[in-house]
């Protein structure tokens, strides 16, 4: 349909400049003179390119893409360079060169200061590079690069879509996070810390630097007399507490927060040497059993650039049967709104579970209503950690969970 009435239309400009080039030439013939056959000269060559570019084929036109940022994350910079080749050297005036795609969050970008407008005359090669700033997070498709072009007076446009598909990916950023486990004891009859093996304190293997958190009868007393520097002895592991990292992906103004607060977390337990599994939930569920190496986090963090806020119903609804086959001692649970059913599912449906931390996503500055003060609350009366979280804060989640 497209391709007709702009069909259409070339020919009905077509017409338009042969009813100029008709109307001088009537307008010399009838009425004679100087003037009259200058205007007719004059709108000659006009006409006849006008007449020209009609015919000249756009398909001997040649594009090609090059990317320069490879790996892109949200707000940072993306920079291409498109190649122009054409085995004719007819002369192009007016020539302008856009992107598209089917994004629509790159599309409002580019609609208005990623056109370039350049006037080709008789090179056959010539290229364009551009930058876009502030990339939004997600996988953008370049669908080709749309040329238009021009005779002098505008009185033909010639435009097609060059066929040029590549995809980009963005991915969410993330915050470097000081990964330290919440303070538990071990045979004491306190619940098991989360996020980490729990330590042997009776037997040392070695000293490390002293880290905010450590325990007081942690420091070794004797290194410390000797170089004035605080060093915490280090303990076998005594148990292995498995970690599940749950996120729902419920439509939020704030989704774009909690991705960024869950690549932070993921990046912060694999580079500690941690492990974690990882259970998405929206429309369609993304499962990663087992993250524990930087190959484990690149593919996670490909989905991260992909995930949309798609959940259509309540979590609980949707987690139960996920839930009943969790088998993890500890839960960290990542939402933008937690609700009474969801912890009263979590903590009937999950079984063997020592700790869940809630991490509540929030906006700086943002005041939370006094239902969702009640259902925070309602949660910390059964035993669960409720931590809200902001960009303001990414850094500081592990180290000030005891505060919360």
């Not at 069909?7 to 338009?16: D, I, P, Q, T, V």
């Not at 020209?52 to 084929?57: A, E, G, I, W």
């Not at 942690?218 to 280090?234: G, L, P, V």
Request: net charge neutral.
């Amino acid at each position: 349909m497209i391709q007709i009435k702009n069909f259409l239309a070339l020919w009905g400009r077509l017409l338009f400049v042969l009813f100029i080039l008709v109307l001088t030439f009537s307008f010399a013939m009838f009425q004679g003179g100087f003037v009259s056959w200058f205007i007719f000269y004059m709108a000659l060559p006009f006409a006849l390119y006008s007449l020209l570019l009609t015919f000249y084929p756009l398909q001997d036109i040649q594009m090609s893409r090059k990317i320069h940022t490879a790996n892109i994350r949200k707000g940072g910079r993306f920079s291409a360079t498109i190649d122009i080749r054409r085995s004719f050297p007819f002369p192009l005036l007016y020539t302008v060169l856009s992107e598209n795609t089917n994004s629509v969050a790159l599309r409002k970008r580019i609609e208005d200061d990623r056109k370039n407008m350049i006037v080709p005359g008789f090179r056959k090669n010539y290229s364009w590079t551009y930058e876009i700033e502030n990339m939004p997070r997600g996988e953008h498709v370049f669908e080709g690069v749309q040329i238009e072009i021009a005779d002098f007076f505008g009185w033909v446009k010639k435009t097609k879509l060059l066929p040029l598909r590549q995809t980009v990916l963005v991915y969410p950023n993330a915050v470097e996070m000081a990964y330290r486990p919440i303070e538990a004891r071990y045979d004491q009859g306190a619940m098991a810390a989360p996020f980490t093996l729990v330590k042997d304190t009776t037997t040392a293997t070695g000293i490390r630097d002293y880290h905010p958190g450590d325990r007081v009868s942690w420091i070794h007393w004797k290194s410390f007399a000797r170089t004035q520097t605080m060093r915490t002895k280090e303990f076998e592991d005594r148990q292995s507490q498995d970690l599940f990292l749950l996120e729902d992906r419920m439509p939020s103004e704030k989704f774009e927060v909690q991705v960024e607060l869950v690549a932070s977390v993921l990046q912060a337990i694999v580079r500690s040497n941690s492990s974690v599994a990882y259970l998405s939930v929206g429309k369609t569920r993304e499962y990663f059993p087992v993250i524990q190496t930087e190959e484990h986090l690149q593919r996670v963090m490909y989905h991260l650039a992909k995930v949309q806020a798609d959940l259509e119903r309540p979590a609980d609804e949707v987690m139960n049967e996920d839930l009943l086959h969790m088998k993890a001692s500890s839960l960290l649970y990542v939402t933008s709104k937690l609700t009474v059913d969801m912890v009263t599912s979590i903590q009937r449906n999950v079984k063997h579970l020592n700790q869940c931390m809630c991490l509540v996503v929030m906006e700086k500055g943002e005041h939370f209503s006094e239902e969702d003060e009640a259902v925070h609350q309602f949660a910390r009366s059964k035993g669960f950690i409720v931590k809200r979280v902001g960009p303001e804060n990414f850094a500081t989640v592990f180290t000030e969970v005891s505060r919360n």
